[in-house]
């Protein structure tokens, strides 16, 4: 079988009933929540790059990380993550005074030892990342994102005190 094929079981009543598949040349392919086989969805994704890949997408979930902790400040205990988390976020979906200070924070976090080891490791010692591992990674600099981002804000005087202040970030 070649690689470029694929093969897939089509019931009759697809292929000449109500979906008319073989007439309109068409394959329906269901959306996850209909699918009966609990594999069949089952994606095998990984992450795979150099260091600049590994800075833009550690820089992207800082900058995911930093409008969040904004809008958690003005919205306060009400603030619903779910239904405010957003990870197609641009530096100008940030409020223009925000967006200099993300320059900074993004400066600070991206240049220091801590990253830089890491995303050193990751891109030499590591060639394919699978989920769990890129989720553990993002795990072990989120205090630090947030130290990052929390210590900027303090210094503009956006929040009254850093509240992660007192974490260790030594690397």
């Known amino acids: 079988m070649s690689i470029a094929n694929f093969y897939r079981f089509r019931a009759i009543e697809n ?15 269901a959306p996850p929540h209909l699918l009966n086989d609990p594999v069949e969805g089952f994606k095998d ?3 795979q790059g150099d260091e600049i890949l590994w800075t833009n997408l550690f820089n992207h ?15 306060g205990e009400e603030f619903d993550l779910e239904q405010h988390f957003d990870t197609c976020v641009t530096v100008d979906d940030l409020h223009e005074n925000f967006q200099v200070e993300f320059s900074v924070v993004s400066e600070r976090f991206i ?6 080891n890491l995303i050193g490791g990751i891109s030499i010692h590591r060639g394919k990342v699978e989920d769990s591992e890129l989720q553990c990674y993002l795990r072990i ?5 947030l130290y990052c981002i929390y210590e900027r ?10 509240p992660f202040k007192n974490i260790d970030i030594s690397p």
């Open 111 to 116: 240049h220091s030892e801590y990253l830089k």
């Open 141 to 145: 600099i989120h205090p630090f994102a």
């Open 61 to 75: 979930y800082l900058l995911c990380l930093m409008k969040w902790c904004i809008e958690f400040q003005i919205i």
């Open 45 to 47: 994704i990984y992450w």
């Open 15 to 29: 292929l000449f009933g109500r979906n008319c598949e073989l007439e309109r040349q068409s394959i329906f392919f």
């Open 153 to 162: 804000l303090e210094e503009v005087s956006a929040v009254p005190d850093n």
